[in-house]
C-alpha cells in the first residue's frame, strides 16, 4: 500500500528567500491563556487583572502576556523546523503593540540565510538556518518580529553546501512608541515607583519544575519532532520557549512592578532542558532607564537546570529589555 510521508523540509530542502506562512492562526481566548499559564506560570499583573489593564492600557479586552504571544509565534514558525536539531538562538525580538484576548495572530518566516555545519563522526548531518519572524493580528498589523536561528537536519549523508548568506545583525532600537502610550500610574501606586539600579541582582528561592512539555508545543502549534517524539532525536527535547516562559515567571516574582517584556536583544539555549528538569533563576540587572513616568531596564536572566539526577548545568541566556512604573 503506497502511502505520503509528511516530513521536512531538511536543509537540503530549503532556498534563502523561502517563504513559509500557512500555520493556522490563533485567536487570543481566555482557555488558551489560561492553560498556558498553568503551563510556564504568569504573574504580569496586567494580564492577570483586567481592571489594571484597561487603567494601563485603555479600555477594550484584557492584555494577554508576551509569553503566550511569542510561544504561537514560535510554533507557527516550526513549519520550516519540523526536522530541527536544536534551536540555537534568537535576536533581535521586539513588540511593536501588545495584543489583547479576541486578537488572532499569524506569522511568516522568511530563510535569510543558511549554513553547513561541518560532517562530524556519529552525528546525522546537519545545517544552520537563520530566519526571520514576522506575526501579525487581525488587522495586519505587526505584533512582534525577531530572528531565529535553529540547526536542522540533512535529509542525505551529507548536506549540500549551500549559499553562506548570514545576516545576523543587531536592531539599532526596539521601537517603544506603543508602550509609552501607556499609563502606568496605577502600577506605581499599587507598588511604589521603581527603584532598580545598574548591578542589582535577584535570585528566587525555589525553582520551578518543568512539566507538561508535550502539552505547551501541542498547545502553541509547534510541530518541530525533537518536541513531540521521543525517538526522533535519542531524547525528547523540551521547546526552548518553555525555559522562557518559566524565565519571566521568576523575572515576575523578583520584580512585582515589572509591566511587561518589550523586547529581546538576546536569546541563547546554552543547553538542553528535559521535562523533569527544575529551573532556577539569575536576574542581573544591567541598565536603567528612566523617564517620563516609566522605566525601562535592560536585565539578564541566566537559568540553571537542575537534573532528576541531581546534576545541574545552564541552559539558558536571555538579554530583555523589562518595562516598569
Excluded at 493556522?24 to 499559564?37: F, I, Y
Excluded at 537536519?153 to 526596539?174: H, N
Excluded at 517524539?229 to 519571566?248: C, K, P
Aim: net charge negative.
Amino acid at each position: 500500500m503506497s502511502y505520503t510521508e509528511i516530513d521536512g523540509p531538511f536543509f537540503e530542502d530549503l532556498q534563502v528567500g523561502d517563504r513559509f506562512d500557512t500555520s493556522p492562526a490563533m485567536t487570543l481566548t481566555d482557555g488558551l491563556v489560561a492553560t498556558h499559564q498553568s503551563i510556564v506560570g504568569n504573574r504580569l499583573a496586567v494580564t492577570v487583572d483586567h481592571r489594571l489593564s484597561n487603567t494601563v492600557a485603555g479600555p477594550g479586552p484584557a492584555l494577554v502576556s508576551p509569553a503566550l504571544c511569542w510561544d504561537i509565534s514560535i510554533g507557527q514558525s516550526t513549519l520550516v523546523t519540523h526536522a530541527v536539531v536544536a534551536n540555537l538562538y534568537y535576536r533581535n525580538l521586539a513588540f511593536h503593540r501588545a495584543p489583547r484576548l479576541g486578537d488572532t495572530l499569524s506569522s511568516n518566516t522568511t530563510i535569510v540565510g543558511l549554513r553547513p555545519n561541518r560532517p562530524r563522526e556519529g552525528r546525522r548531518p546537519s545545517g544552520l538556518a537563520l530566519l526571520t519572524v514576522q506575526t501579525v493580528d487581525h488587522e495586519r498589523r505587526t505584533v512582534l518580529d525577531y530572528q531565529r536561528c535553529a540547526m536542522i537536519a540533512a535529509r542525505g549523508s551529507e548536506p549540500p553546501v549551500k549559499d553562506l548568506t548570514w545576516s545576523d545583525t543587531e536592531r539599532a532600537d526596539a521601537p517603544t512608541a506603543h508602550f509609552d502610550a501607556w499609563d502606568l500610574s496605577a502600577v506605581r501606586d499599587r507598588y511604589g515607583p521603581t527603584t532598580l539600579k545598574a548591578g542589582d541582582e535577584f535570585r528566587v528561592a525555589g525553582g520551578d519544575v518543568v512539566s507538561s512539555a508535550p502539552e505547551l508545543v501541542r498547545l502553541t502549534q509547534n510541530v518541530a519532532k525533537v518536541h513531540h517524539d521521543a525517538t526522533a532525536g535519542g531524547s525528547r527535547l523540551v521547546y526552548g520557549g518553555h525555559s522562557v516562559g518559566i524565565a519571566l515567571h521568576h523575572l515576575a516574582r523578583s520584580l512585582p512592578s515589572l509591566v511587561t517584556v518589550t523586547s529581546w536583544d538576546s536569546c541563547d539555549h546554552t543547553g538542553p532542558v528535559h521535562e523533569g528538569d527544575t529551573l532556577h533563576s539569575r536576574v542581573l540587572v544591567e541598565d536603567v532607564r528612566t523617564g517620563e513616568g516609566r522605566t525601562y531596564a535592560k536585565v539578564q536572566m541566566i537559568v540553571r537546570a537542575t537534573r532528576l539526577d541531581g546534576t545541574e548545568t545552564d541552559v539558558l541566556d536571555w538579554h530583555l529589555t523589562a518595562l516598569l512604573p
